[in-house]
């Protein structure tokens, strides 16, 4: 994706001003955000600490890091100009995307990485729903069809945990749990994004959840911040890096340049490199079922007819 834009690209809210140049193509980030993100399930595998705390340390290790490049750029006076509404959208989505990473995470102890990363990415149709209701944006009938198609195959991966048992449906209720605050998350990022940069924008999101989840297991009796191996530490750091800095980061990086529904797509990339890391890396080797093989075909083709851009029809 180039950097210029044609109107479907750089869609915007309502009232707000008009899309700025992009330094990065957002296509091009985007595909490295769903490889980055896709780590997220499978290295959660690799410990055992409770799903907050687990939650709580990637976002105060992202955070921390957001902090220092926050004083080295000097440009935190722009938080400053945002208005009382801004303010109030910005603790919304910091509060979103804490509920996000307590709900998923917990998911991931009681169903498998693949339906639960393919749950909580079925966040496009709950998008799609909020972005029309308060962005005014809408999907072309391609892009809808797409979403659709891709919302299909996700559903056929997660149809196997029905044979699971109670607990794995427990799960897929709490990913699916976890989509919901996602997708306002993103939609509240949409509007942010038009009047923050990308810094600013994910210190103050990130920094919020990360106070939220700490205040959580502080009033929590089970969970604690310290106490953990070695191991554990590895596991919240490369979270930190990887999914969260590069991830969560580089999704938000479009939502200034592109629809929410449309970088919601993209992340339904997600569930099948998740899959695949899961399958391939040592310690885990969670083999893929042949409804997870014909699912992640189907969410793939979806997603192509999807990102690809609508057809404008010429008259002659």
Known sequence: MSDTHDAADTAKPAGGPPAHPAALPPGAVLVV????????????????????????????????????????????????????????????????????FWTWVASLELTTVASSV???NMQPVFVIALSALFLHERPAHQQAAGIAIAMAGAVIIAWGDFALGRRALIGDALALAGAVFVAAYYVIGRRLRQQLDIWNYVLIVYGVAAALLVLVIALHPGVHLTGYRRNDWLVFAALALGPM???HTGVNYALRYLPAFVAN???LGEPVGATLIAWLLPGIREVPGIQTIVGGAVLLTGILLGAMRPQRRTYT
């Open 245 to 247: 800095l590069i991830g």
């Open 265 to 267: 797509l993209a992340i």
């Open 118 to 120: 393919v749950l909580v």
């Open 33 to 100: 955000a769903v490889l980055a993100v896709s780590w997220a399930g499978p290295l959660v595998r690799f410990t055992d600490a409770p799903a907050l705390a687990i939650s709580a340390w990637r976002l105060i290790l992202a955070v921390a890091i957001l902090a220092v490049i926050a004083v080295a750029r000097g440009r935190l006076h722009e938080l400053r100009a945002l208005d009382r509404h801004e303010r109030w959208l910005a603790l919304a989505g910091g509060a979103c995307l804490a509920a996000h």
